[in-house]
């Protein structure tokens, strides 16, 4: 349906190029555990991984460092394994790491860093948001490309990033733009299971 809005808007650009396949077909063929991990492992995942360290409180920063092992560590997991035990290995691992970090650094560094991240909080802010919609190019490609299609195709990442990032910095705690993440991934989720029915509607 996005496509199709997206299409009619610029009718000179090329955006069916651009399918987001691999996502409809687990929509598909396992629609709960995409709404797993639609709604409920990836808004807190990337929120840690791009809301913890704006106006951040001590923990938040370890947060952010354990989100980004967690990140790295995912390609190397194979992806048949069981999903329930897979993030709950993760989970655990994180909260060990967390552990241990917080035990090894000082209290006296935690706190200039603190200091320095709320001090340029207004910059991390706008490099979460953007780096938070490029990176969701890999929806759409599986290497290094960018163009001005993509970059229109991301574009509501960007705000949305935005957006949560305010929420962040409003309230300060990590849970607001998880919770307003999950429910924008959940609306989606709901839109497009019923794309076809909305399109009718129109035709």
């Known amino acids: 349906m996005g496509m199709g809005i997206l299409n009619t808007i610029f009718p000179e650009l090329d955006f069916d190029r651009y399918q987001q396949t691999e ?33 951040p409180s ?10 980004w092992i967690l990140f790295i560590s995912l390609p190397f997991i ?15 691992s994180v909260f060990i790491i967390f552990l241990f970090l917080k035990s090894i650094i000082p209290e006296k560094k935690m706190k200039k860093m603190q200091y320095y991240l709320h001090k340029y909080y207004r ?11 490029y990176v969701h190019v890999w929806n759409y490609v599986s290497g290094f490309e960018f163009n001005f299609i ?4 991301i574009f509501p990442r960007i705000i949305a990033g935005y957006f949560f990032g305010r ?26 299971s019923k794309a076809d029915e909305i399109t009718n509607l129109f035709i």
């Open 78 to 92: 194979p992806a048949k394994a069981n999903l329930i035990l897979k993030y709950s290995l993760l989970l655990l």
């Open 23 to 55: 996502i409809y077909e687990m929509m598909t063929n396992n629609p709960l555990v995409f709404f797993i991990l639609a709604v409920i492992i990836a808004p807190i995942i990337e929120e840690c991984l791009f809301r913890s360290l704006i106006k």
């Open 150 to 153: 993509l970059f229109i195709l």
């Open 167 to 192: 929420l962040k910095v409003q309230n300060q705690q990590l849970y607001w733009p998880i919770l307003l993440h999950a429910m924008n991934n959940g609306i989606v989720v709901l839109l497009s």
């Open 58 to 67: 001590q923990n938040e920063i370890l947060v952010f460092i354990c989100s």
């Open 123 to 133: 910059l991390i802010w706008m490099l979460s948001a953007l780096i938070f919609g």
